[in-house]
């Protein structure tokens, strides 16, 4: 096999079939680790490459720690350039996260530098460069934190689940491309083909409006992944498809998988046919076991899942959430075997939801419509008070703006001031009233498989700079964590979404926050421009400041067509699926397109913190923020 | 001074400090290393989280032309080199007689700024080494991508002559798979006034209707076929017919899409 030759520069961890080891990196001395990064060959599917490394191994070394002891990391800098570790998800002082320019000044090269931290937390976490783009040249790795009190999750097994992409092109060359020409690899764009197997099927009429659609938008509704299998190969733990990664276990054991996704760019969908999982921790923090048959796992996130196969192979298919590639691996009782490998499903396409024009599903999960969807809302909700003036239309960009996905039919005009929308400044020769009519699909008002609520938000303000950097403008967002992601709406099979996730125990604080903050994720995707309220990075000089020990809602209003995992250091986001007290507490959260959701944070880590899309090349093109928690009470 | 007075003092330094060190935010890790590595570090993380600078290169026409009359081969490219708002962008296209004489060659060198999402509004000059006489022009031009997907290029010309011109060009690209491309393309070029130097008359002139089949073995790399049909009208044609030649006519053309 392929994979007996590749064991040789893979770390103990990641070895396939009985070579296999997670006892994880050896310390020198008490909880002393040495990591080397320097440039090493590797080898992918079976072609040689070249990558930035941890101790040339990619991926790096498990670092396999206890809940309670103090680590340290001597990192040494074998590179002509510097570089830097941060520990994703970990707990510990700003100034040893490991970010250059925010919490420390990074690692230069033929420098070493030490970290020093105690562990606050056990569970399932990863580190990778924070440096330049080399954490797409294989600069990640596992973290295992053990618990200091008995494992309720204790299994017979254990496999660390490594997913990630690796390209042959340097990096910065696949940034640079994207900023030429930013469907570059895309190599699923609708054809003329697609258009006639479409109207053959829906009808002509409706294929050409929703041409029409989204061709006066200038958005692309196959726009699903930035960068693809077209210059990606999927890795499970540093094995492509080919080299088949295999995990050996014997029949009737409890396996734990503990999934990272230590990708630059690539959301997975995660499933093993025919063996259901049973969803135990998320981003390290143990959940309510939930049993499904798939899940989505966005850069960044973690997952663990118990399984217990039977005496026959299973395949692991991970497929990127564009559906043009694949990471796959192998579960078996013995050496040799494999399972099928499932064929990629067909791509999906974007919906209006996606761009936060569908008002089919107002407002936030739970909060169930018992008027069976009927629109009959209460006055102060209703369109007669819907105050268009105060959507800001004299500074939005209309032509980006399409009226059909409203769904005027069955809503309450009545009130609606039109003359009062300040719409003799609009230019309407691009707004496309008439599709209302003619595409019954955007006509389902009352989408009774997903909550519902009656009562019409305000209408999406957006006080942020827009400009060239920004296109699109989320007119109706809505809350999306009970939803299912992408492509996985109609799957035959249990699929997580975010609200299934409950915190095994009650959270630490749960003080109902004192102030909101709302953020807008930002893009052109034309110019592959992508910023926080239409700033980049390099274009902003203060932080976002919290204050010690406040409690904060985030509200995240995702105005791009794409979904975003945002991270935060230093501190845990509480999901707000619902208002108890056993929010979902993640370090990434994968925001939809078109959604408008909420994180409480307690800012209890003093420090300055990175804050940032972590698709790669998202914060390399200045989807980033520094969270600032100053010492000091919120002055009143 | 008084316990009180030193106290005070000392709060209203405090305060000052806090003032100062909200304004220079983003710095807390200045108390654990040198402040001036800590401020080299956070220029660089700026810079490389936005401020790139990135450029193209595309020779979108590198053909051969094959008509009844002559045949030619054509260039057009373009380029551009800045950041995500400003950007030195420099235009070339020409013909070569196949008898091995330049028939037309100009070249644009321009500042481009990004308005909106999808519009860079253009200004600099535009210089025709050939055909002779040379001409050099004041360029104003609008390039971008408009509703439906259209590439647009327009642009208004001033020659040192004083002639107004302008010209328009758009192209429209359909996927029939996903490497076989088909792009019409609309070429408008429209003088405002009589160039007897150079046979222009005021109207239309040197406009056509094109369309290619283009293979992208890569994305960057794509030979193609097409046709093309255009070439003089109104005074600028009249002039041409008085040289006993066709003012307009079909081309067949074979080349080259590349770029880096």
Known sequence: ???AGLNGALPAWARSGLAADISGLRAQGDQVFDLTVDKSPCTVDGREGAGVLVNGQLPAPLLRWREGDTVT?????????????????ILLPFQMDGVPGVTFPGIAPGETFTYEFPLRQAGTYWYHSHSGLQEQSGHYGPIVIEAQDSDPDAVEREFVIVLSDWTFENPHRVFSKLKKMSDNYNFQQRTVGEFFREGRKKGFRQAIDDRLMWGSMRMNAADIADVTASTYTYLVNGHGPGDNWTGLFEPGERIRLRFINASAMSIFNVRIPDLPMTVVHADGLAVAPVEVDEFQIGVAETFDVIVEPKERPYTLMAESNDRFGYARATLSPR?????????????????????????????????????????????????????????????????????????HDGMKHGGMNHAAMGQSSMNHSSMSHGEAESSPAHHDMHDHSAPSQTV???????????????????????????????????????????TDLKARSKNPDVRHPDREL????????????????????????EPITLYKDERVRLTLVNDTMMPHPIHLHGMYFEVVTDESEFKPRKHTIVVKPGEKMSVDITADAIGDWAFHCHLLYHMHAGMMRVVSVVDQQRPA | MTPGMYRGGLLVLSVLLLRFSHAHAQTAADAHYDPAAMAAAREALKESHGNQINGLFIAERLEYQVTDQENALIWEAQGWLGSDLHKLWVKSEGEYESEGRVEE???????????????????????DMEPSPERTHLVLGVQGLAPYWFEMDTALFLSDEGDVSARLEAEYEMFLTQRLILQPRLELNLAGSDDRELGLGRGFFDSVAELRLRYEFRREIAPYIGISWGGDFNRTADLIEQSGEDPQGFAIVAGLRVWF
């Open chain 1, 73 to 89: 990391l001597r990192v040494h800098n074998r590179l002509a350039v510097d570089t830097s570790i941060h520990w994703h998800g």
């Open chain 2, 105 to 127: 060659a100009e070249l644009q060198v321009l500042y481009s700024r990004a308005v909106s999402p999808f519009w860079d509004l253009q200004a600099g000059v535009r210089y």
């Open chain 1, 456 to 498: 019409h938000p305000k209408p999406q303000t957006h006080n942020h700079p827009k400009g060239p950097g920004v296109v699109g403008l989320a007119m109706n967002p809505v809350n999306r964590l009970h939803e299912r992601p992408l492509g996985l709406e109609d799957a035959a099979h249990r699929v997580l979404v975010y």
């Open chain 1, 518 to 541: 709302e953020l807008h994720l930002t893009s052109n995707m034309e110019r592959y421009m992508w910023s926080f309220d239409g700033l980049k990075f390099s274009e902003v000089d």
């Open chain 1, 1 to 3: 096999m392929a994979a």
């Open chain 1, 335 to 407: 050496e040799g075997l494999v399972a099928e490998v499932p064929k990629l499903r067909e791509r999906p396409t974007l919906t209006m939801k996606d761009m936060a024009m569908d008002h089919s599903s107002h407002g936030s999960p739970g909060v169930r419509s018992d008027t069976g969807g009927e629109h009959s809302a209460p006055s102060e909700s209703d369109h007669a008070v819907m105050n268009h003036a105060a959507m800001g239309h004299e500074e939005m960009d209309h032509q980006s703006m399409i009226h059909a996905g409203m769904g």
